[in-house]
């Protein structure tokens, strides 16, 4: 199982960004997903959930209707759009796949002016 995130950066506060994990290794469409993030000197947080087909989304504390899951399961991409990006949103992301003991390496996010 590997897992490949990408599309980090720096972004303004207001502004957007959109991650991307690419996964292989296992049946991708079976899987529900998340990513979660780690802000410096802090503990991994959970941000987002998505089941298999997109059927049930559940977002962390304060994230929904910010951010944004979503997967595509013909290109094994797993996506999160965040929107309206705030300092406090500065962390490394990651994704996950359930049924996994796997992470990706990160992809660093810093929001600020």
């Known amino acids: 199982v590997q897992l490949v995130e990408s599309g980090g950066g720096l972004v303004q506060p207001g502004g957007s960004l959109r991650l991307a994990c690419l996964a292989s290794?296992?049946?991708?469409?079976?899987?529900?997903l998340r990513w979660y993030r780690q802000a410096p000197g802090k503990g991994r947080e959970f941000v987002a959930r998505?089941?298999?087909?997109?059927?049930?989304?559940d977002y962390g504390d304060s994230l929904e209707g910010r951010f944004i899951i979503s997967r595509n399961d013909v290109d094994r991409t797993l996506y999160l759009q965040m929107n309206n990006m705030k300092p406090e949103d500065t962390a490394v992301y990651y994704c996950?796949?359930?049924?996994?003991?796997?992470w990706g390496q990160g992809t660093q996010v810093t929001v600020s002016s």
């Open positions: 290794g296992f049946t991708f469409s079976d899987h529900a």
């Open positions: 996950k796949v359930d049924g996994y003991p796997v």
């Open positions: 998505i089941e298999r087909g997109g059927r049930v989304i």
